[in-house]
């Protein structure tokens, strides 16, 4: 197949992440390589900016300000919570279409790799040449296929920072700290906070995610035992955490709001954390209870960046462009893990990854469903990389005078 002459168009959707400009710069400095890409546009706020043709010319952007903008967090193109349906793509095809476009590239989620498949579905049947591709990022880190995802590393880096810190804070001014971190479904950023565990009474003492079956009950009685054995408790917990019949445990106590995509509000409240909170008051008798929602806050705080995270993101955006205008082909660029720790990129359907989430599975996950294994720090050491080093003062105990007690 000859190479196809034409415009490339990039753009953001969903949630920011630290890294996800390192992915829209890789894709357009690999691009303005190629002599067949006659221009380089982006969108502004992701397909509502495609439909609404809120573009900007990148072709003669300075490499400086796109190497900047890459260390940037958020969404450098701006984002969209736009739910993508068939009428919504069949317009973004239209926009492509007159603007000669040849080459589309949507970093973001699965409804974002759902939006690729139904644009490239629209080109075929109309007989137009455009190659599409997914590049994928989300701090959940559940898109199918792909061994993790771009964006999920610092945001882990984060969290685990946020629970070490919460840590030392939690020994100086023992208590019970609960902690809500984002995943509707999928459980991998909350169990992230393991790392931040360096000597063998550091919290998080417990972790809830998704995918076990959280009850009240449980719950009170795990505090209870870590309480008693170390005199504090740190808990870390999804959003997302349900009960025995797959209802959040949230979606309760949120009065039944919803998001953009029709689900129930999770996150941007603390009705979780309280709710938590008030059980332990008074199924214990544990006097300082407290409990954070971290909220956006995870997605992109400044100066918090896997490296690692940071590479990868760059580099899904240069293999989508190489995947696109150099071999012809559409699909969602993804990661193979191999050796001890490499990634291989590969292009995978579409199809395979629009739409459905995926999940920790259950070897990440200990018997009891409080807890990560083993197994699962394995796989997100990597990913995050190094953390920051804290010690504890090490000093023998003096021997007591006055509270000596008598023989």
């Not at 003669?60 to 701006?78: C, D, F, H, I, Q």
């Not at 740190?234 to 106590?253: C, L, N, P, T, Y």
């Amino acid at each position: 197949m000859s190479a196809i002459e034409g415009k490339v168009l990039v753009a953001q959707g969903g949630g920011p992440t630290a890294v996800i400009n390192q992915s829209f710069v890789g894709v357009v400095l690999e691009a303005r390589k190629h002599k067949q890409v006659t221009r380089v546009y982006g969108a502004q706020h992701g397909i509502e900016g495609i439909i609404n043709e809120d573009l900007i010319d990148l072709t003669e952007t300075t490499t400086a300000n796109l190497e900047a903008v890459a260390n940037t967090p958020s969404s450098g193109l701006l984002s969209t919570r736009m739910k993508p349906t068939k009428a919504i793509c069949q317009k973004i095809f239209k926009v492509c279409q007159a603007h000669g476009v040849r080459y589309f590239f949507y970093c973001g989620g699965n409804d974002s790799a759902d939006t690729c498949r139904i644009v490239n579905e629209e080109a075929d049947k109309a007989g137009y040449e455009l190659r599409v591709i997914h590049v994928p990022k989300t701090i959940d880190n559940d898109l199918k296929v792909t061994d993790h995802c771009p964006g999920y590393g610092s945001a882990s880096k984060y969290v685990a920072q946020a629970f070490a810190g919460v840590n030392l804070d939690n020994r100086a001014l023992a208590g019970v700290y609960i902690g809500v971190i984002m995943g509707r479904d999928a459980g991998f950023l909350t169990a992230s906070s393991a790392l931040a565990r360096k000597y063998p009474d550091d919290g998080p003492h417990l972790i809830y995610v998704p995918e076990a079956t959280f009850t009240k009950k449980q719950f009170i009685a795990d505090v209870k035992k870590v309480y008693a054995k170390y005199g504090r408790c740190i808990v870390a917990v999804s959003e997302g955490i349900q009960d025995a019949k797959g209802r959040a445990i949230a979606e309760q106590f949120t009065g039944g709001e919803k998001d953009d995509h029709g689900n129930a509000q999770l996150s941007g409240t603390g009705a979780l954390g309280d709710l938590l909170s008030g059980w332990i008051k008074a199924g214990t008798n544990i006097g300082r209870v407290r409990a954070d929602t971290l909220g956006y806050i995870q997605r992109s705080f400044l100066g918090c960046v896997s490296e690692v995270d940071q590479r990868e993101a760059r580099e899904v955006g240069e293999k989508g462009a190489q995947f696109a205008i150099g071999h012809n082909l559409d699909g969602s660029v993804a990661m193979k893990r191999v050796g001890n720790y490499a990634i291989e990129y590969f292009l995978t359907p579409l199809h395979t990854v629009a739409r459905e989430a995926t999940h920790m599975p259950k070897k990440y996950i200990n018997k009891v469903g409080n807890d990560v294994t083993n197994a699962f720090l394995d796989y997100v050491r990597p990913i995050v990389g190094p953390l920051p080093h804290y010690e504890r003062v090490a000093a023998p105990a003096v021997k007591p005078i006055l509270s000596k007690k008598k023989k």
